[in-house]
């Protein structure tokens, strides 16, 4: 069974400061995704950032990168230079290969960047 | 770049009623997932379908609820006899591929009130 835990409800950040993200994972599958997204006020989905469990490289996509630690099974996000505009609820998502799109999402992180 | 398409981005229901969402796609894309996100959690995984064909339904609630992905138009999740229970957003996500190693393209959700 898959499971996806983030341990921070809520998250404070200066502005023009970086923040990490917390995840944790659990699956026995040796082959899946992990994924993070952004979900503003508005309510869509945004998707920032994906890792492969074969991925010999942590991602980075602009100000974001994944802090990919498979022995620990944590992926955590680390966003650089906050903007007002990070303010969301961020969501750490896995799927395994033969589930194809079928996610498993974390209860989420609320981000607040501070002026 | 027309994305997800999902409507309507609201909808009211009285108890007892049907819901009726809409998801369209993105062009070429053949594999549809509709999720369910209760106020403050993160989104849950109902059922998977490619065109005509139901993959995975282990997410969907046995009885009220139903989907489908004709082989033209949008894809349709129903809930019948809609109980306070079900106000939730759902969202629906699209992929050309049935595997890992790509993102899902969501929809801007559908928010459904019951009252």
């Known amino acids: 069974a898959q499971k996806i835990t983030q341990t921070q409800p809520g998250m404070f950040v200066q502005e023009k400061e970086a923040v990490t993200l917390d995840c944790t994972y659990d699956?026995?599958?040796?082959?899946?995704?992990l994924f993070w997204y952004k979900q503003p006020s508005s309510g869509e989905m945004i998707f920032l950032i994906y890792?492969?469990?074969?991925?010999?490289q942590n991602a980075t996509e602009g100000r974001y990168s994944l802090n990919f630690q498979k022995a620990r099974k944590s992926a955590n996000l680390v966003i650089s230079a906050s903007q007002l505009g990070d303010s969301a609820m961020y969501f750490c998502?896995?799927?395994?290969?033969?589930?194809?799109?079928?996610?498993?999402f974390g209860p989420g992180t609320r981000l607040s960047v501070l002026p | 770049n027309a994305g997800v398409m999902q409507n309507p981005r609201h909808l009211v229901r009285r108890r007892g009623q049907e819901a009726r969402l809409r998801c369209s796609p993105m062009?070429?894309?053949?594999?549809v997932y509709w999720y369910r996100q209760l106020p403050e959690e993160g989104l849950k995984f109902m059922v998977y379908?490619?065109?005509?064909?139901?993959?995975?339904e282990s997410g969907m609630p046995k009885e009220r609820f139903s989907a489908e992905f004709p082989k033209e138009g949008p894809s349709i999740l129903r809930i019948q006899q809609v109980v306070r229970g079900d106000s939730a957003a759902y969202f629906c996500?699209?992929?050309?591929?049935?595997?890992?190693?790509?993102?899902?393209?969501f929809g801007q959700g559908t928010r459904l009130t019951v009252v």
């Open positions: 062009k070429g894309h053949s594999h």
């Open positions: 996500a699209s992929s050309p591929l049935d595997r890992s190693n790509t993102e899902a393209f």
């Open positions: 699956t026995s599958d040796p082959s899946y995704g």
């Open positions: 998502a896995m799927n395994e290969d033969n589930y194809g799109q079928n996610f498993v």
């Open positions: 890792q492969g469990s074969y991925d010999q």
């Open positions: 379908l490619q065109k005509e064909n139901i993959i995975d």
